[in-house]
T-cell receptor
Framework: ETGVTQSPTHLIKTRGQQVTLRCSSQSGHNTVSWYQQALGQGPQFIFQYYREEENGRGNFPPRFSGLQFPNYSSELNVNALELDDSALYLC?????????????FGPGTRLTVL | AQSVSQHNHHVILSEAASLELGCNYSYGGTVNLFWYVQYPGQHLQLLLKYFSGDPLVKGIKGFEAEFIKSKFSFNLRKPSVQWSDTAEYFCAVNAGNQFYFGTGTSLTVIP
């Protein structure tokens, strides 16, 4: 069974650019959540996708957007990058939406904005 | 706003000492509660979870946590820590379709 994978591992961008991060969910999982983890902080919930639809969103501006594909893999897009967007971006998948589901985390993508 | 508070930011213990990490949350409705661990160089892993039923839940590696609804708390415990427990520990709450993590507690166990 393959776990959650994310690409790329590291990324460097400059302010104002756009970035796309990718996540492959664990086999059999139809729900994907994205988190931003700044240095020294806990993960902050960005949004969740369930069967290609957004199923909940945290306190992030609209320049953070996402997609989920029919195979349940997902993308996180961030437009107009700001310095404060530098963080570890985590993807987590779960077997289904709803509270009674454990999330399985990927290794993350480290984004640096210069 | 909903929040999760972890009171201990850094904890240093000797091997065999007992551990208790505090976690409080602010949410009045039904919640699911989790503790995650992140070992050095590894990604987040689930230690234990509470959905319903017995408020004392047992997880992997000898960890347990107790849900006290009246105190909005979900403290993590281990009777005797080992050097291999050195890691970052995160409390998390799933409320509605939102997920909230605490800021984490860094545990260092000295051999």
């Amino acid at each position: 069974e393959t776990g959650v994978t994310q690409s790329p591992t590291h990324l460097i961008k400059t302010r104002g650019q756009q970035v796309t991060l990718r996540c492959s969910s664990q086999s059999g999982h139809n729900t994907v959540s994205w988190y931003q983890q700044a240095l020294g902080q806990g993960p902050q919930f960005i949004f969740q996708y369930y069967r290609e639809e957004e199923n909940g969103r945290g306190n992030f501006p609209p320049r953070f957007s996402g997609l989920q594909f029919p195979n349940y893999s997902s993308e996180l897009n961030v437009n107009a990058l700001e310095l404060d967007d530098s963080a570890l971006y985590l993807c987590a998948s779960s077997p289904n939406r709803g509270r009674n589901n454990e999330q399985f985390f990927g290794p993350g993508t480290r984004l640096t904005v210069l | 706003a909903q929040s999760v508070s972890q009171h201990n930011h850094h904890v240093i213990l000797s091997e065999a000492a007992s551990l208790e990490l505090g976690c409080n949350y602010s949410y009045g409705g039904t919640v699911n509660l989790f503790w995650y661990v992140q070992y050095p160089g590894q990604h987040l892993q689930l230690l234990l979870k509470y959905f319903s039923g017995d408020p004392l839940v047992k997880g992997i590696k000898g960890f347990e946590a107790e849900f006290i609804k009246s105190k909005f708390s979900f403290n993590l415990r281990k009777p005797s820590v080992q050097w291999s427990d050195t890691a970052e520990y995160f409390c998390a709450v799933n409320a509605g379709n939102q997920f909230y993590f605490g800021t984490g507690t860094s545990l260092t166990v000295i051999p």
